[in-house]
């Protein structure tokens, strides 16, 4: 469980009370400071959060799971589109990572569920779907509209790294999102036919062969994976993954600033393109897919998923 500025709830009032300061439920500044104040005390890295390792030295952390979710932000909104029995399994399992993924698709979360029930793979799908803005440019009525795709405590493949603790403990959010995009030498088949065309110079195109909406496309500083254009995730789905990533810290007691975000830190950008999956067996927390997997190109380096990281 992981407290913080913005935090709110019956365990910041049980902070607040330890701390001997006045306990209203709210982690402001006055919380920060008194937390930054009483790990500096006691020789702990004062940034003022309050995560695993604070908790133990305080000693004050419960395992209630109404107390640690009781903070979590109002604006975050949950639909459930379970899966059919068969295709997730039950749990529970200890949750230690978290994993970020997107779709490589199209927009709409609740068809991105439908289409891992209508295949032949098994149990394959993330618990967590994040809907975006079609790469069209012409919807974004499901943009940051966030669908369950199983009871908590369930699980499902969604790291190809065969049947390990890492692939069982761990929780997966896909972002909706056609990940790299190419522009020339791609070709894209005609509608209703079997012939192909040569892509229109200076346009951007998704895998599929559809052209890309200006606004919906983002070019990074230095190549990813070989690709420097890339279907941008929107303002909207980062601020939904941000709230998503505090609320499982909370529910599943993950400590999301371990793994990728340290790694973003001392690293930048480069963090996501490091493939160790020792490195990733050893420390629980927040991982991509890319960190797990050379194939895998989700999530991309895009600077606001970075800020948002480093935000945490």
Same mark, same amino acid.
């Given at each position: 469980?992981?407290?913080?500025?913005?935090?709110?709830? =019956?365990? *910041? &009032?049980?902070? #607040?009370?330890?701390?001997?300061?006045? !306990? $209203? /439920?709210?982690? @402001?500044?006055? +919380?920060? =400071?008194? *937390? &930054?104040?009483? #790990?500096?005390?006691?020789?702990?890295? !004062? $940034? /003022?959060?309050? @995560?695993?390792? +604070?908790?133990?030295?305080?000693?004050?952390?419960?395992?209630?799971?109404?107390?640690?979710?009781?903070?979590?932000?109002?604006?975050?909104?949950?639909?459930?589109?379970?899966?059919?029995?068969?295709?997730?399994?039950?749990?529970?399992?200890?949750?230690?990572?978290?994993?970020?993924?997107?779709?490589?698709?199209?927009?709409?979360?609740?068809?991105?569920?439908?289409?891992?029930?209508?295949?032949?793979?098994?149990?394959?799908?993330?618990?967590?779907?994040?809907?975006?803005?079609?790469?069209?440019?012409?919807?974004?009525?499901?943009?940051?509209?966030?669908?369950?795709?199983?009871?908590?405590?369930?699980?499902?493949?969604?790291?190809?790294?065969?049947?390990?603790?890492?692939?069982?403990?761990?929780?997966?959010?896909?972002?909706?999102?056609?990940?790299?995009?190419?522009?020339?030498?791609?070709?894209?088949?005609?509608?209703?036919?079997?012939?192909?065309?040569?892509?229109?110079?200076?346009?951007?195109?998704?895998?599929?062969?559809?052209?890309?909406?200006?606004?919906?496309?983002?070019?990074?500083?230095?190549?990813?994976?070989?690709?420097?254009?890339?279907?941008?995730?929107?303002?909207?789905?980062?601020?939904?993954?941000?709230?998503?990533?505090?609320?499982?810290?909370?529910?599943?007691?993950?400590?999301?600033?371990?793994?990728?975000?340290?790694?973003?830190?001392?690293?930048?950008?480069?963090?996501?393109?490091?493939?160790?999956?020792?490195?990733?067996?050893?420390?629980?927390?927040?991982?991509?897919?890319?960190?797990?997997?050379?194939?895998?190109?989700?999530?991309?380096?895009?600077?606001?998923?970075?800020?948002?990281?480093?935000?945490?």
């Amino acid at each position: 469980m992981i407290l913080q500025i913005g935090s709110q709830g =019956e365990q *910041v &009032k049980v902070l #607040q009370d330890f701390l001997q300061i006045s !306990a $209203d /439920g709210v982690f @402001g500044k006055e +919380t920060q =400071e008194a *937390v &930054k104040k009483w #790990q500096q005390q006691h020789g702990l890295v !004062a $940034d /003022g959060i309050v @995560g695993p390792k +604070t908790w133990t030295a305080m000693g004050i952390a419960t395992t209630d799971k109404t107390e640690q979710l009781a903070h979590i932000s109002p604006e975050l909104s949950m639909q459930k589109h379970y899966l059919p029995a068969g295709e997730y399994f039950d749990g529970p399992t200890k949750k230690e990572w978290l994993f970020l993924h997107h779709t490589a698709g199209w927009h709409k979360p609740m068809e991105v569920i439908d289409g891992w029930a209508g295949d032949d793979r098994g149990p394959v799908a993330t618990e967590f779907v994040i809907g975006g803005q079609s790469v069209k440019g012409n919807d974004t009525s499901h943009d940051g509209e966030l669908v369950q795709a199983f009871p908590t405590g369930g699980y499902a493949w969604h790291l190809g790294i065969g049947n390990t603790q890492v692939h069982r403990n761990s929780v997966g959010i896909e972002t909706c999102s056609f990940g790299k995009l190419t522009m020339d030498g791609y070709y894209k088949e005609v509608d209703k036919t079997e012939q192909w065309i040569p892509v229109k110079k200076g346009y951007l195109y998704t895998y599929v062969g559809t052209e890309v909406n200006a606004a919906q496309s983002v070019q990074l500083k230095q190549a990813f994976r070989g690709f420097l254009y890339w279907h941008r995730y929107s303002d909207k789905q980062l601020e939904v993954l941000r709230e998503l990533i505090v609320y499982v810290a909370n529910r599943d007691s993950i400590d999301v600033r371990q793994g990728l975000p340290a790694l973003v830190r001392e690293k930048g950008a480069e963090a996501f393109n490091l493939y160790d999956r020792g490195l990733v067996a050893r420390t629980p927390g927040l991982w991509c897919h890319a960190n797990v997997a050379t194939n895998k190109f989700d999530m991309f380096p895009q600077q606001e998923l970075i800020d948002m990281l480093l935000s945490l």
